[in-house]
């Protein structure tokens, strides 16, 4: 059993990262989506929590993913779940260069460890939650960005 691990910070979880969520659970027997606690990121929009309930909800169709979070090294983390290989993906040249040093990085200090790329498809390219949080924090809809059940969260946090 082939099981790969999609990490990321999910803040919140756009259609890009669905795409990439289902892609992956094609290829691999078992994908494990690591929701990472990145203390380093300011004034996250949800919590790790709701980012959890989130991607669970929208993954629910997809009996081969589950979804953890976890904090520290990612290789710990892939390690753990008796996987070998990463997954990110790649919207344009700007993510190849930060995606490629990360997994480089990654292969200096974990040679057993490998990291493979899914283009992200045409239609999700502009997308990154940091956009759909500029965009719902002007008011402006992000309906065609994010699952429907991502929508009424983001909604609800920026009425407060």
Avoid: C, W
């Avoid at 390219?125 to 960005?145: L, M, N, Q, T, W």
């Amino acid at each position: 059993m082939i099981t790969a691990v999609y990490p990321g910070s999910f803040d919140p979880v756009t259609l890009g990262h669905l795409d990439i969520i289902r892609r992956g659970s094609a290829v691999f027997d078992r994908l494990v989506i690591g929701v990472l606690n990145n203390s380093e990121k300011k004034s996250p929009l949800f919590t790790l929590d709701e980012r959890v309930i989130m991607l669970k909800e929208v993954t629910e169709d997809l009996p081969n993913v589950s979804v953890e979070s976890f904090e520290g090294l990612l290789v710990d983390f892939v390690r753990a779940k008796n996987s070998n290989i990463i997954i990110r993906g790649l919207r344009a040249m700007a993510d190849f260069n930060i995606e490629l040093q990360m997994a480089q990085t990654n292969r200096a200090v974990a040679g057993d460890i490998d990291t493979l790329f899914f283009s992200t498809s045409t239609q999700y390219s502009p997308i990154s939650s940091s956009i759909v949080k500029e965009y719902a924090s002007y008011g402006v809809s992000v309906k065609d960005f994010v699952p429907a059940n991502v929508l009424s969260r983001i909604e609800e946090k920026y009425k407060k």
